[in-house]
C-alpha cells in the first residue's frame, strides 16, 4: 500500500486508455492479459488474512487515510448520528479519520480476523479522537459467507422503507464470547439500528474472490437505507502492484494470490459498475484515479491505479 506522506499526486483526469495502450503493446507483460484457462473458483482466503493479522499484530501497517475525506466530502458534512459501516475494516485505517472529522458519527465496523478488530480498537484508543468508545462497534463476520447481522437493518424495518428486503441468513452470533460483538448500544425497545447512511468499502472487495463480490454487493444494498452511499475505492485495473506480480501469481482474470495467501482483484471501470448496478444501485460517480508518489529510500517514481466509485441506494 502507498504510504500516505509519501503520495505527491492524486489526478482524476488521469487517461487510463493510454496506460491501457501501453500495457497492451508491451510484450514483458503479455502474462497478465491471457485469456485464462479455466473458471475455477479461487479458495476463500479469509485464513490467509488471519493469518496475515496475526503476523502484522503490531499494526505497522496501519497508515491513516486522511484524503478519504478529501475524496468523499459527503462524510465531513453530513448530518449529526449519521451510521457508517465500514466493510473489511483492518486496523481501522479508514475509520480513524472519519471519526476524528465527525464527532457525532457512528461507526460500525467488520472484518474476519478478531486479531485485527482487537487492534483497530486499541489504536483507536489511543488516538486522540473524542469519545471514541461510544461511537465505534467492531464486530466479527465473513462476509463472503454470511449476511450483515440483523440488528444493523432487521427484515421488518428494510420492508417498512420500502427498501428491497433481502433474506440472507445472517452470519453473525450474538452471543459470542468475546468483547467484540457488544450490543449493549443498542436500546432495548429497538430490534435494530434501521440501517446505516453509508457504507465504505476501500480496498476490500479486492481481496473477495469475484464469485463472491455480487453475494457482498446485495449484502451492502440490504443494510443502506433508502438514499444512502457506498464509498468505493479499490485497486484499478493496470495499477503497478498488478503489472509486478510474476506469471504464477495469476490465479484467474485480473486476480493475483500474494505470496502470504491473500488475493488481490484489479477492477475495470466495467466490472464496478456492473456489480454495484447488478445489486440495485445507482452510478453517481465512478473513474479510475492516479496516485503518484516517490519512494523516499530509493528516489523511485510509483504511479498506482484506483478505482473511485460512489453508488447511492435508490429512495
Ligand atoms: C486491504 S485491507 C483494507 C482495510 C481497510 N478497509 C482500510 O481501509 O485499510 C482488507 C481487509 O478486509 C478483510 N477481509 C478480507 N476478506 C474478508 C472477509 N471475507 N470477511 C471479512 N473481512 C475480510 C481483511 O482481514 C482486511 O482487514
Known amino acids: ?30 502474462h497478465h492479459l491471457a485469456p485464462f484457462p479455466s473458471s475455477s473458483p479461487h479458495p476463500s482466503d479469509v485464513d490467509a488474512w488471519r493469518r496475515f493479522h496475526r503476523r502484522h499484530s503490531t499494526g505497522r501497517f496501519f497508515k491513516e487515510r486522511r484524503y478519504l475525506l478529501k475524496e468523499f466530502p459527503e462524510l465531513v458534512y453530513c448530518d449529526d448520528f449519521t451510521n457508517l459501516l465500514e466493510v473489511g475494516c483492518g486496523n481501522g485505517s479508514t475509520v480513524l479519520p472519519i471519526l476524528r472529522a465527525k464527532q457525532n458519527i457512528l461507526v460500525y465496523a467488520c472484518d474476519c480476523s478478531e486479531e485485527v478488530l482487537e487492534k483497530a480498537k486499541e489504536i483507536l484508543a ?49 452471543n459470542e464470547s468475546t468483547t467484540l460483538n457488544d450490543l449493549s448500544f443498542l436500546r432495548e425497545d429497538r430490534c435494530c439500528i434501521g440501517g446505516v447512511d453509508f457504507i465504505t468499502l476501500i480496498f476490500t472487495m479486492s481481496a473477495v474472490p469475484l464469485q463472491k463480490m455480487s453475494f457482498v454487493a446485495d449484502n451492502c444494498f440490504s443494510v443502506l437505507k433508502p438514499g444512502g452511499l457506498l464509498l468505493f475505492r479499490d485497486y484499478g485495473l493496470y495499477d503497478m502492484t498488478m503489472l509486478r506480480f510474476l506469471p504464477e501469481q495469476r490465479v484467474g482474470c485480473n486476480v493475483y494470490m500474494r505470496s502470504d495467501g491473500t488475493l488481490s482483484y484489479f477492477f475495470s471501470l466495467d466490472i464496478v459498475r456492473d456489480l454495484f448496478l447488478g445489486a440495485g444501485f445507482i452510478e453517481l460517480e465512478l473513474e479510475y484515479c492516479c496516485v503518484r508518489s516517490v519512494n523516499r529510500r530509493n528516489g523511485k517514481k510509483m504511479q498506482r491505479v484506483w478505482v ?8
Open 126 to 174: 489511543t488516538a486522540n479522537a473524542v469519545s471514541l468508545e461510544q461511537r465505534f462497534h467492531p464486530f466479527l463476520l465473513d462476509f463472503s459467507v454470511g449476511g450483515f447481522p440483523n440488528w444493523l437493518f432487521c427484515a421488518s424495518c428494510q420492508k417498512n422503507s420500502l427498501a428491497k428486503p433481502l433474506n440472507f441468513p445472517s452470519d453473525f452470533k450474538e
Open 308 to 315: 473511485h466509485g460512489k453508488f447511492q441506494k435508490p429512495s
Open 1 to 30: 500500500m502507498v504510504e500516505e506522506k509519501e503520495a505527491q499526486y492524486y489526478s482524476k483526469d488521469f487517461q487510463w486508455e493510454e496506460l491501457r495502450e501501453e500495457v497492451e503493446r508491451d510484450p514483458s507483460l503479455r
